[in-house]
């Protein structure tokens, strides 16, 4: 199955679909393969440099159960475990939020924008997989109908349709929370829309082009542009338009096309907040996460300071999942000091996945919690 030549820079993520397969029961498909220590092991083995394996190895990923890592050029998709639904090509980042939701067995869980699928059926399997009970459940809400047919799709192929109950087209900042369904929801997945900035192209393994005012720790001020405005949480901005004068000097015209990506940051941030808003909203919700494959602090870090000071979250006693507290208390990169008011616990708090570097796409996760009693009656 492997394919040495010109091998790319991160490997082949596979999850284990524990609805239909366990493990033990999918390494048993895979007899010639050696487990090796490290992720740098795996990536050594895909530079066709001679192993005691040859190149056949596996690695299993210690932060997040049942995700094994393979050479990046290997064929899984002709493969019978493919085929059948018992495993999922995910890739690590993107299998973090359900790791950190980490339901209990009998909880109901919204994930709030679910298609293709990926975190929806990774949440179901924590709930209804090995050692699971069929009590709790997934209901998973699509606006895009469109995108809704490749999620029920995705469901039926992972075995979930009797673990989630999908809502095609339906729009989650329209969810009732106190309705019958939902006010027994304890945990929320959400996410949401995002500039995609941390995405790697598989194809080409290169990283799409990203705005270029933000730098590594923040927000360039270019050119005596405005400084980074708090992510408005009810009216969100209207991208810029580009002015008809933007045809002068092509300085002029890269300050435009900046205030424009800029403007969208802005925009989807303020979805993104609205989104943490109305989940921090459901009587019975304890448990809260945030993710998105940007690597914006605009999408982020920041994202997570506006949801803190919102008034449900203010009210409801919602604050940030501890470093300590998560199941990912491991991971090391985490969220960026300077984007969280100098507020290091609530950095802490959040992780990072850097494009490449840390193994995948690029990916900002955080958590939210909240201990107070079940308010359902509350007006
Ligand atoms: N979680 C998915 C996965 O891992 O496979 C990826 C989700 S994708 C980043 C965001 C999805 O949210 C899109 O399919 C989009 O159509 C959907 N969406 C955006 N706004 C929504 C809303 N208000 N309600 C429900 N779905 C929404």
């Known amino acids: 199955h492997i394919a040495s030549e010109s091998a790319p820079k991160i490997p082949r993520w596979v999850r284990v679909n524990t609805l239909k397969c366990s493990l033990t029961s999918l390494l048993t498909q895979f007899p010639d393969y050696a487990k090796v220590d490290t992720l740098e092991d795996v990536m050594t083995a895909a530079k066709g440099i001679k192993t005691k394996a040859g190149g056949r190895v596996y690695y299993v990923d210690p932060y997040v159960k049942d995700l094994l890592a393979f050479p990046p050029g290997i064929d899984i998709t002709t493969m019978p475990c493919y085929i059948k639904g018992e495993v999922i090509l995910q890739d690590r980042s993107s299998c973090l939020p359900a790791a950190l939701l980490d339901p209990p067995k009998e909880a ?39 995108r809704a047919e490749i999620l029920k799709r995705m469901v039926t192929r992972a075995g979930g349709d009797v673990a989630i109950t999908v809502r095609p087209g339906e729009d989650f900042l329209k969810a009732r929370p106190k309705s019958d369904e939902l006010s027994r929801v304890t945990h929320l997945l959400l996410d949401p829309s995002c500039s995609g900035s941390g995405i790697v192209s598989r194809a080409e393994y290169s990283l799409l082009p990203i705005p270029e005012f933000e730098t590594k720790t923040g ?55 609205e989104m943490i808003q109305h989940a921090m909203t459901f009587p019975s919700a304890r448990k809260i996460t945030y993710s998105t494959c940007s690597i914006h602090a605009i999408e982020n870090e920041q994202v997570v300071m506006a949801a803190l000071q919102t008034k449900v979250a203010k009210r409801r006693g919602w604050r940030v999942l501890g470093r300590e507290e998560g199941v990912l208390s491991e991971w090391e ?47």
């Not at 298609?115 to 606006?143: D, M, Q, W």
Request: glycine content about 12%; hydrophobic content about 35%; proline content about 5%.
């Open 108 to 146: 109901w869980v919204v994930d709030a924008t679910s298609a293709p699928g990926n975190k929806t059926t990774h949440a179901a399997a924590i709930l209804h997989g090995a050692g699971g009970s069929r009590k709790g459940g997934v209901i998973a809400y699509e606006k895009d109908p469109r």
């Open 219 to 273: 927000t360039k001020r270019k050119r005596g542009g405005k400084p980074a405005a708090k992510p408005a949480v009810t009216a969100p901005a209207k991208p810029a338009v580009i002015a008809d004068d933007a045809e002068g000097a092509d300085g002029e015209q890269e300050e435009t096309k900046q205030d424009v990506a800029e403007a969208r940051l802005h925009s989807l941030a303020a979805f993104q907040t």
């Open 333 to 379: 990169r985490r969220g960026l000091d300077e984007e969280c008011a100098g507020d290091h616990h609530v950095a802490q708090a959040c992780i990072r996945a850097n494009p490449i570097e840390d193994g995948g796409i690029g990916f900002f996760l955080c958590g939210f919690v909240r201990e107070g009693e079940d308010d359902s009656k509350e007006e």
